[in-house]
């Protein structure tokens, strides 16, 4: 069983930074691409960013250039960088474990994330 925690959501100003980062319990091991989701009011989850345990990434369109995925094996860690947040990047950010050569999926509680003025 694979429990995620997230952490850095907040309030940020457009333009502005933010880290979230999730740490896993549970065994991780090459079978899990771990990334993020997001779900702003009214729209379907969305994927923002996965990374492979050998630290191939994967990015929606929205988010190339401004956002940046990582992962820490060893600590069971994945992070995402964003910068030159807008508006629009708002939403309930989730992370997301996936064994790629099964069924389970494992998500976090959701931290959330507001770029306003």
């Known amino acids: 069983q694979v429990q995620l925690v997230e952490s850095g959501g907040g309030l940020v100003q457009p333009g502005g930074s933010l880290r979230l980062s999730c740490v896993a319990t549970?065994?991780?091991?090459?079978?899990?691409?771990m990334g993020w989701y997001r779900q702003a009011p009214g729209k379907q989850r969305e994927l923002v960013a996965d990374?492979?345990?050998?630290?191939?990434?994967n990015y929606v369109d929205s988010v190339k250039g401004r956002f940046t995925i990582s992962r820490d094996n060893a600590l069971k860690t994945v992070t995402l960088q964003m910068k030159s947040l807008k508006p629009e990047d708002t939403a309930v950010y989730f992370c997301?474990?996936?064994?790629?050569?099964?069924?389970?999926?494992?998500w976090g509680l959701g931290t959330q994330v507001t770029v306003s003025t």
């Open positions: 990374v492979s345990y050998g630290g191939t990434t």
């Open positions: 997301n474990c996936r064994d790629v050569l099964g069924s389970k999926t494992y």
């Open positions: 549970g065994s991780i091991s090459a079978r899990h691409r």
